[in-house]
Structure formats: structure tokens, C-alpha cells
């Protein structure tokens, strides 16, 4: 069996003339044994890459044009575009990633997404109104005297990354044990974490275009496995508040997770989670204190399995005012606090690609007084 998957990447940076961009192309065949294991690849040339670069650079440039009309503040953005083809050449799946960071009066965010079939959408699938809420000149305010007992809502670029967080808590060596003890025990309200393949499933399109309708997150490949021949499946961490067991390794990596790397000639975790959020819808409480955007230049992560968010905020009855909330403590004991999850999904792209609505969380008194959190306003 054989298959060809392209990989065109970009970089656009603003410069005073036009934007420079850069695209590069990588085109792998991929032969695989009757077990459905990748043996072996080699780079090759097209004209269906040349076309995956050429899209590559429309996306950037218009994402390049929508930052200038919102914030005119594009520091860079980056984008990929992924195809799979079958040995016949015909296109079975494509997936395109995006994401721009943006300075901002208060300060510099990310802005990325991700989704399976066309690219063309995904400039308009950005949040660019909230984005816009920041070009006019940032004079911190003062949050309201109660904010501490209002509820938070962390709308998806923050959400995503307590989703991450929590995630790889559960999938890290350290993890994977915490995650075995506890399995079958609920310790979420009712929240359901999947870690999904690194690909959309491959559609039979008959070189006619993509089929976004199909099914995500079913399989890496055209022939559905994973480089190594396993079966390429969504896999449950947490299922409506239960801890899972987790996912049994094979060399070292998850099954149905294995990627075939062409420089090193093995196998490989993929280069990002891809992770989706599901639980009980709410509805967006009227006195909430939004945590919009994540200011990025600091360290979120921490060895100690806390993360540390520094965010642009307002409160919903004050949508002029914003100020800088941190919010640090443990991914999973952050979403034990989840009152539920409201608006759209949004799917959001960075260090992992993370499927989330906003997520309602208790307000910073509970929080705290449980011991799960730290809030605080940081001041100029």
C-alpha cells in the first residue's frame, strides 16, 4: 500500500512595504506492509503541492490583512496546510492550521484555529470582533468591588489552555499512573475530555474537491491506522466527569498515535494534541468576569503541574473596561470549579489543537476558599 501526504508551510511578517512571505513544501510517499505499518518513505514532487503552497500564501496573506483592519499590530503568522492522498494520487483528507500573533494595546496575543477539508474558512472562523474590542487605546480599569464573587467565564483562547493542561496531567509518565489509580472515580462535573487522532478521516472524494461533512478524528492516514498499523480512533480521558484508564502504549507511544518520521526513519507521538471538551451547556451569566485573551511572552506551564494564565478582562455589564487578571493553579482542580460550557464551539490552534466552548467556572472567592486557585488583578 502507498500514499502521499503533502505538508506546505508559511510565515508571513509585516516589514515596511509589503508583508514577506515564505512558503516551503515537503511531499512524502509513504509505502506500507500488509499489516498497514508504515516501512519506509521518499520525498517527491507535484503539481498537487505546488497548489497546497499556493493556498498557503492566500490564507496568510488574508489573515495578514484581517489583523491590519483590527489591531494593525501582526507580529507574525504561521500557517500549514496538510494533505493526504491515496496510491492512486486522489486526494482522501486535508486538514490547515493558522495561527497569527497579534500586539495588542494590552499586550501581545495569539490568535489560531484549525479544521479538516477547505481552508478557505478559517481566517472568518476567528474571533476578529473580540479582537477588535482591543484596538482602541488599553487604559486599565478597575474591576467592579465584588469581582471577586462573580463567576468567571474563560472564553475558549483561555479555556483551551486549561483543556491542554489538564490533558497531558493525565497522559504524561507522572500522569498515566495518577490516571490508572483513579479511573472510574468521578472527579469532574459531568466535563468529557477526547484526545483525538492528529488527522481528519480519509472521505473518498474522487479527486472531485473535500468533503467536510466527514467524520473527525477517525484515522491519521487513507487506510484509517496510524503509521504503525493500529487502528486510528478518538480516545476518551475523561467521560462525563470519570477518569478513564489510559490508553495502553506500544514502543513508547499511545496506540493509534504513532507518526512516521521521514528524517529519522521510525516512529514518533504526534507534533500536537488534538483535544476536544464536551459537558453541560449554561448560559452565559450576565455578571460574569470574561478571561478573553491569554497575554503571551510568560511561562504558562509549570513543573509543579500548575498552570499560570495572565489575561485581558472585562465584565460583561462593563464590556469598555479592561484589566489583567492571573489566574494560576491545577488544570484538572480549575475544571472541577466548571459551572458548564456556553456559546459555539470554537476549535483553537497553538501548542495543541483544542475543540472548546467558553467554560463557566465559579468566581474567585469560591475558588479559592476550595483551594484550587489563585486570582488575583495585576496592577500596571
Not at 473527525?216 to 484509517?224: F, H, I, K, V
Request: aromatic share 2%; hydrophobic share 40%; proline share 9%.
Amino acid at each position: 500500500m502507498a500514499e502521499t501526504r503533502i505538508r506546505a508551510s508559511g510565515i508571513v511578517t509585516p516589514t515596511r512595504g509589503a508583508p514577506r512571505l515564505t512558503v516551503s513544501l515537503d511531499t512524502l510517499r509513504l509505502e506500507r506492509d500488509a499489516t498497514g505499518r508504515v516501512t519506509g518513505s521518499r520525498r517527491v514532487a507535484g503539481s498537487a503541492d505546488q497548489d497546497a503552497g499556493k493556498e498557503t500564501g492566500l490564507l496568510l496573506t488574508e489573515a495578514a490583512e484581517r489583523t491590519a483592519s483590527a489591531v494593525a499590530g501582526l507580529q507574525s503568522a504561521v500557517a500549514q496546510i496538510h494533505e493526504w492522498r491515496d496510491g492512486d494520487g486522489l486526494p482522501v483528507s486535508r486538514r490547515a492550521e493558522l495561527l497569527a500573533r497579534v500586539e495588542t494595546p494590552g499586550g501581545p496575543v495569539l490568535l489560531g484555529t484549525s479544521g479538516p477539508g477547505d481552508p478557505a474558512g478559517l481566517v472568518d472562523a476567528l474571533p476578529w470582533d473580540e479582537l477588535g474590542a482591543l484596538s482602541e487605546p488599553f487604559v486599565p480599569a478597575d474591576p467592579p468591588d465584588d469581582w471577586r464573587e462573580r463567576p468567571l467565564l474563560l472564553r475558549p483562547s483561555a479555556a483551551s489552555v486549561l483543556v491542554a493542561g489538564a490533558a497531558f496531567s493525565l497522559t504524561s509518565r507522572g500522569g498515566r499512573a495518577t490516571a490508572a489509580r483513579l479511573a472510574g472515580r468521578r472527579i469532574l462535573p459531568q466535563l468529557t475530555l477526547t484526545d483525538l487522532p492528529s488527522a481528519p478521516p480519509g472521505s473518498g472524494l474522487n479527486g472531485s474537491g473535500l468533503d467536510a461533512s466527514a467524520l473527525d478524528g477517525a484515522a491519521l492516514g487513507a487506510s484509517g491506522l496510524d503509521d504503525r498499523g493500529d487502528p486510528a480512533l478518538p480516545t476518551v480521558l475523561v467521560d462525563g466527569g470519570r477518569i478513564c484508564p489510559p490508553p495502553p502504549l506500544a514502543e513508547g507511544i499511545a496506540l493509534g498515535r504513532a507518526v512516521w518520521d521521514h528524517d529519522t526513519g521510525g516512529f514518533g507521538p504526534p507534533p500536537l494534541a488534538r483535544l476536544e471538551l464536551d459537558g453541560p451547556r449554561a448560559e452565559v451569566p450576565p455578571d460574569a468576569v470574561e478571561l478573553v485573551w491569554c497575554v503571551e511572552g510568560l511561562q504558562r506551564y509549570h513543573g509543579d503541574g500548575t498552570v499560570r494564565l495572565q489575561c485581558l478582562a472585562r465584565v460583561a455589564d462593563r464590556p469598555g473596561g479592561w484589566f489583567r487578571l492571573a489566574l494560576r493553579g491545577k488544570p484538572v482542580h480549575l475544571l472541577r470549579q466548571a459551572r458548564g460550557l456556553a456559546d459555539p464551539p470554537m476549535a483553537v490552534h497553538s501548542d495543541s489543537d483544542v475543540t472548546t466552548r467558553s467554560l463557566v467556572l465559579a468566581g474567585a472567592a469560591e475558588m479559592e476558599g476550595a483551594g484550587h486557585a489563585v486570582v488575583t488583578v495585576i496592577t500596571p
